[in-house]
Each structure stands twice: as C-alpha cells, then as structure tokens.
C-alpha cells in the first residue's frame, strides 16, 4: 500500500526514547513529554482491518503520520490490533466483533468455577495469537525503517478472569476465593508467556524498555486493571494483588493501565515492585493532586482534553512539581495540535 510504501520517519527517535528514559533514570531534571492526538481522517471500518494485515498496518502507519506532523514526543510504533479479549479467546471464550470496533469477549466459558482445576494452561498459538503472530512476523517484513511494535493487549490477571468467568467472579471472592485464584495463576502464566514470545517474535530495541500507548516505558509490559473498579481495595489486596506482583516480578517490572474512577487502588498499584508507569482517566482523578503522590521513579500519563482544566493550568505556568510525566491530550485537528503544542513548550519553559 502507498502509505506503507512511502512512509519515512523525520524524527530522531533514538534521542526521544532517551528523553522517556530520563522520566525513570534522572526524574528531577527531566521535563514533561506531550503527545497530541488527532483524528485521522477516512480510516476504513475495524472489519477491514482485521481481515487485512497490511491495512491494518497503514492505519496504523496513518496515525503516526499526524504525529510527525504535529512534531510531538510519540514514539513510531505500531500494534496489531486484536482487541482485549486476547488472552479470554485463548482459554476458549468466543470473539465478537462489534460494527466498526475491535473484538471483545463474545461469552464466558468458565460456568461452574470448580472446573478451573481441569484447566490447562493454553498454548501459545490459541486463540487468535497464532494469528497475532503471523502478523507480527509479516509487519516485521513491511514496515519502514526506525518504526517499532507496541506490546500486543495481554489485559492482567482478573481483568481476564472476570471475562472467561464473567460476573460470577464476583461472588467467587466470597463463595470460592481458592478457585479464582486457580484461575487469576493461569492466566497470569499465560500473560508471561505471551510477553516472553512477543519479544522474541519482535526483539526490543533495547533490554528494559518497551513501547505502549503511544509512549516509551521501563519494563517490559503493562497490565489493564479495569475490572478493579468493581473491587473493593481489600479484596484487591487480599486476593489480586499477589498475582500484578508476581507478573511483574516475573517480566521485570512495566506499567498500570486503570479507567476505574475508585482512587485508593491507585496508590496499591504505585506500591507494586517494577511498576514504573502508569495511566489513569482524569475525568474521575484530579491529575495534580494524584501526580505529585506517585513514588519519584514513576512515571504517570495524563489523557486529557484540549480544553481540559489541567491544559488551562499548564499554560498559566501552573505545573506539578514532578515533571517525570506525559500529557496525552485529545485536539481537534492537526493544525490545532501544533499550536497547543508550541504553547505547552512555552509555558513548561
């Protein structure tokens, strides 16, 4: 395809990836990283996406583009996109695809939760991972010069579980604590797995870092913890929390994807060893006063709106003190994004 053809990166990513590594390895004196994202225009629906590797790959290679041309700090990287029901098709669920969106969990298989003690670990190629990987080998062969591959959506331990057990996980925490963690263990050695093949299907550029959403990060992988915010922090802690630790512990370290609007777990997440990044939605948590709480060696990213109150704070001059993050704000265009963009550089001085 023509975009794939002659798509050609004008930035020097090898100095931005070291201004990423500085929100971990010199967080006093680094400054904050703005990523802009603009709406890319005429993308063909998710159905032809998925049925076409190379479409999907010039999709993504269209959004980069508006990346460069805003000159913004996101990184060139790219995901096969396969939704966030991955690891739940892997241990059997089916895959729904939406109209015009990526697939999902289209049922839960795990019916009676006793049943978790006959289940066996899946192989690495269940599901649509073999798929996946195909892809990945393929886009490996196509993609331009200096563009590199965001981790495939491995979700984390209950958020997995919740979709192969669906709701009944819930009661499971008082009716049958031992056999969800039956289930959380297995699907957290799956995720392992798939971290582990990923990188060797597509080696990182560097031992320590990795790319995902639209950002460079220390560590080797993220988990979404989105099912949380149907958890109180006890139950979390008491029966979740140990299986975030040992992925991390396992993968050595990454990050915390959490839309849930429940603060107290965000501060669990923060404590976990080897996690050095983390998202949050600020629609529901006030980004100053939860970015100055996190530890030093964290690095947190905003999702904020053009015309957020926080975008209104920083170009008054009113920024946090900890500087180690990243503002990913939503603009309208293009041309917009570069404005904001030049005002934030001005303002941040």
Not at 120 to 126: T, V
Not at 251 to 265: L, M, N
Request: charged letters at 25%; a negative charge.
């Amino acid at each position: 395809m023509k975009i794939i053809r002659d798509f050609k990166v004008t930035s020097d990513q090898e100095k931005l990836r070291t201004r990423y590594k500085y929100m971990h390895e010199n967080p006093r004196e680094c400054g904050p990283l703005f990523i802009m994202d603009a709406p890319v225009a005429n993308l063909p629906p998710w159905e032809e996406r998925l049925a076409d590797p190379m479409k999907m790959l010039a999709c993504e290679l269209a959004a980069l583009q508006s990346h460069q041309e805003i000159g913004d700090d996101a990184p060139m990287a790219v995901r096969v996109q396969f939704g966030t029901a991955q690891i739940a098709a892997a241990f059997g669920c089916d895959m729904f695809i939406p109209p015009n969106s990526l697939p999902c969990a289209g049922n839960h298989i795990l019916h009676n939760i006793e049943d978790v003690y006959d289940m066996k670990k899946p192989g690495i190629e269940a599901g649509w991972f073999a798929k996946l990987w195909e892809w990945t080998r393929l886009w490996r062969k196509s993609m331009p010069e200096d563009v590199h591959f965001l981790n495939p959506d491995i979700q984390s331990a209950f958020n997995s579980a919740h979709l192969i057990r669906g709701n009944d996980a819930f009661t499971d925490f008082f009716d049958n604590p031992e056999a969800l963690e039956r289930l959380m263990e297995l699907v957290t050695d799956y995720m392992i797995d798939i971290i582990a093949e990923q990188e060797r299907v597509a080696p990182p550029v560097e031992k320590g870092y990795f790319f995902d959403w639209g950002a460079y990060w220390k560590g080797h992988a993220r988990i979404s913890n989105c099912s949380i915010h149907m958890v109180g922090p006890e139950l979390y802690r008491k029966h979740i929390l140990k299986h975030d630790r040992r992925f991390f512990e396992t993968v050595d370290g990454g990050r915390v994807h959490y839309c849930g609007s429940y603060p107290e777990v965000i501060y669990d997440f923060a404590g976990i060893p080897g996690v050095f990044g983390m998202d949050l939605d600020h629609e529901y948590h006030d980004f100053f006063t939860i970015v100055d709480q996190m530890p030093e060696h964290l690095a947190l990213i905003a999702n904020l709106s053009h015309n957020s109150k926080e975008i209104s704070r920083f170009l008054s001059g009113d920024w946090p003190l900890k500087r180690n993050f990243i503002a990913r704000v939503y603009v309208p265009s293009v041309e917009e994004g570069k404005i904001l963009l030049d005002k934030l550089h001005l303002a941040a001085g």
